[in-house]
Structures are given as C-alpha cells and as structure tokens.
Nanobody, 118 residues
Framework: VQLQASGGGTVQTGDTLRLSCAASGRTFNYYIMGWFRQAPGKEREFVASIRWSGGRTDYADSVKGRFTISRDKFKNTIYLQMNSLKPEDTAIYYC????????????WGQGTQVTVSS
C-alpha cells in the first residue's frame, strides 16, 4: 500500500484548506482510511477516519463541525476538507490506512505541513 499526501500550506486563521491522499497498491474495500496530525512537541493524534466501503466517518472532537473527510473511489483518493482553521491546527498531517478488522494503522504516507497563522 502506498499513500501520498498533498495539499498542505500556510494559511491564516479562518481560512480553508483541502488535503488529499492518493492511495494505491490494492483495493481498499476492507480498509479504514484516516488522517492524523502531529504538532511540534506533541504526540501524533487522530483527526478523522472514513470506511472505504460504506463511507462511515469518525472525527476527533477538536475538529468536529470544521473538518470533513471524504473519499473518491474512482480516484482512489481521500480528502480532508478543513474549514475555519485555527492556529492550533498547525501540524504535520499524515494519511494512514488499516484493515477494518484490526486496531492499528499499518500503512502511513509522508506528512504534509499545515501552518495556520494568527
């Protein structure tokens, strides 16, 4: 499985940004795709996830109502639409994948930096 994240950048408070993660290497019908982030000096934290088949989503409380995760099955790509960005959203964002029957994410993409200035 290969995951390629993109779309990061530097924006101002209140701005929007959309991250993309291109997935390849197998079919993902039995996978859950997720976004995580890691801010400087902090541990990596869960942001959002989506079940590839069915589209069930889950979000961290800190991003509920502001971020939306989605997937395009034809493009094999997942997205993270980030609205109303705050300085505390500044982090490196990673996409990841796991088989839905397992608890741990086994596959990780490289990170993409998101910086939100006040």
């Amino acid at each position: 499985v290969q995951l390629q994240a993109s779309g990061g950048g530097t924006v101002q408070t209140g701005d929007t940004l959309r991250l993309s993660c291109a997935a390849s290497g197998r079919t993902f019908n039995y996978y859950i795709m997720g976004w995580f982030r890691q801010a400087p000096g902090k541990e990596r934290e869960f942001v959002a996830s989506i079940r590839w088949s069915g589209g069930r989503t889950d979000y961290a409380d800190s991003v509920k109502g502001r971020f939306t995760i989605s997937r395009d099955k034809f493009k094999n790509t997942i997205y993270l639409q980030m609205n109303s960005l705050k300085p505390e959203d500044t982090a490196i964002y990673y996409c990841a994948a796991r088989v839905f029957t397992t608890g741990n994410y086994s596959y990780w993409g490289q990170g993409t930096q998101v910086t939100v200035s006040s």
